[in-house]
């Protein structure tokens, strides 16, 4: 029974809902904790938070695609409209269990990978100007964001690394 107590606790934790204070253990004060504790939504402002920036991020991903010829600012869209949708999820489990999940051990490198091409890509467009190398970053990140995103699903990041070496293998 105290098991099942437990599946139900972390599920209601992993969907964003909170858990009865009774059960839940106490934990140091921190940043998050005090920024959880000021952004309280109801469930409707949550989707709707979620929805709007979802929606946002996707626009912008997908209008990015106007100006490609133009590496730089295909770059800032690009990236602006990956942020958005990353921080959609926010809305949905809260900024302190996004960063925890973010730095989980099965995805710290894909996160950090993905974090570092965001850096990288805004850099060359901004600073560098170098369209080359601000497409080569572009294409990391979404590299990056596919890898990240499979992060979640269970068995996909295996089953895309299976599917890659069966497909480029060079043995006949």
């Excluded at 965001?118 to 467009?125: E, P």
């Excluded at 979404?142 to 599917?163: D, H, M």
Aim: aromatic share 14%; hydrophobic share 50%; with cysteine.
């Amino acid at each position: 029974m105290e098991k099942m107590s437990k599946a139900l606790e972390k599920a209601k934790m992993l969907v964003g809902l909170e858990v009865d204070e009774e059960n839940a253990q106490e934990e140091e004060s921190s940043f998050f904790d005090d920024f959880n504790r000021q952004c309280t939504l109801s469930t409707q402002q949550r989707l709707y938070g979620f929805a709007i920036c979802l929606v946002a991020g996707l626009a912008c991903t997908f209008l990015s695609m106007l100006v490609f010829f133009n590496p730089i600012k295909f770059g800032i869209t690009f990236t602006f409209g990956n942020l958005l949708a990353l921080g959609s999820t926010a809305f949905l489990i809260g900024p302190k269990r996004q960063v925890v999940m973010m730095l989980d051990p099965v995805r710290i490198y894909a996160t950090a990978i993905f974090t570092a091409s965001i850096i990288i890509a805004l850099f060359c467009a901004l600073y560098v100007h170098n369209k080359l190398l601000t497409l080569l970053a572009i294409i990391l990140e979404f590299g990056a964001l596919v890898w990240y995103s499979l992060s979640y699903i269970p068995f996909a990041r295996s089953i895309v690394s299976k599917l890659m070496v069966s497909c480029f293998d060079t043995d006949f």
